[in-house]
Nanobody, 124 residues
Framework: QVQLVESGGGLVQAGDSLRLSCAAS????????MGWFRQAPGKERGFVAS????????NYADSVKGRFIISRDNAKNTVYLQMNSLKPDDTGIYYC?????????????????WGQGTQVRVSS
């Protein structure tokens, strides 16, 4: 059974940093692409960042480029999202997702497995 468990969310002020983690089990972590998505209240789930199975390639949404960094530790079956210079617009529930792929997918429909999400709130 595949499980993705996010952690690290919280309430912070604008300009602060947070690091999200997603621990995976029940799948061959070193052969799956991983992604982070977020959903703000009243909005659809949107792409944040993704990373190739070996960490060699990454993709970012334009809104987070230069502020967020996605990384992974295949020895720990964990993917991270380092979020710096947070803005109120970054508020939402952050989900990690997994897909058996050699690429670096960017749309929700490309991912087969999802976590339950972790809440991030950024106050102004």
């Amino acid at each position: 059974q595949v499980q993705l468990v996010e952690s690290g969310g919280g309430l912070v002020q604008a300009g602060d940093s947070l690091r999200l983690s997603c621990a995976a089990s029940g799948l061959g972590f070193n052969v799956v692409a991983m992604g982070w998505f977020r959903q703000a209240p009243g909005k659809e789930r949107g792409f944040v960042a993704s990373i190739k199975y070996d960490g060699a390639s990454t993709n970012y949404a334009d809104s987070v480029k230069g502020r967020f960094i996605i990384s992974r530790d295949n020895a720990k079956n964990t993917v991270y999202l380092q979020m710096n210079s947070l803005k109120p617009d970054d508020t939402g529930i952050y989900y990690c997702a997994a897909r058996f792929s050699a690429g670096v997918p960017t749309t929700p429909g490309e991912f087969a497995y999802w976590g339950q999400g972790t809440q991030v709130r950024v106050s102004s």
